[in-house]
Nanobody
Framework: QVQLVESGGGLVQAGGSLRLSCAAS????????MGWYRQAPGKQRELVAH???????NYADSVKGRFTISRDNAKNTVYLQMNSLKPEDTAVYYC????????????????WGQGTQVTVSS
């Protein structure tokens, strides 16, 4: 099993910064991409950023230039540095991890953390 525990959320003023962390534990073998999603009330969960095992990253257009995803493999932890926060960034942020299928017929396994609330005041 894989457990993901997010931390670092909180209340911040617009223009401020927060750093989220996601600590992964359990069976981490073959975990490939890890990332961050967010979900605001009444909205669908959306990808914020993700990072592959090779370090390749991508970001939602809305956060490019403001957010940075990184990883510390020694600590099995993924981070999301959020700068220049805007009220529209307010959401519950979820850590995500994917384990590709062993065979082509299989389905990828997907894991989620419990979420951490980020609230940006204006």
């Amino acid at each position: 099993q894989v457990q993901l525990v997010e931390s670092g959320g909180g209340l911040v003023q617009a223009g401020g910064s927060l750093r989220l962390s996601c600590a992964a534990s359990g069976r981490l073998f073959r975990i490939s991409a890890m990332g961050w999603y967010r979900q605001a009330p009444g909205k669908q969960r959306e990808l914020v950023a993700h990072i592959t095992t090779s370090g390749n990253t991508n970001y939602a257009d809305s956060v490019k230039g403001r957010f940075t995803i990184s990883r510390d493999n020694a600590k099995n932890t993924v981070y999301l540095q959020m700068n220049s926060l805007k009220p529209e960034d307010t959401a519950v942020y979820y850590c995500n991890a994917v384990r590709p299928p062993v065979t082509i017929e299989g389905l990828p396994a997907e894991y989620w953390g419990q979420g951490t609330q980020v609230t940006v005041s204006s």
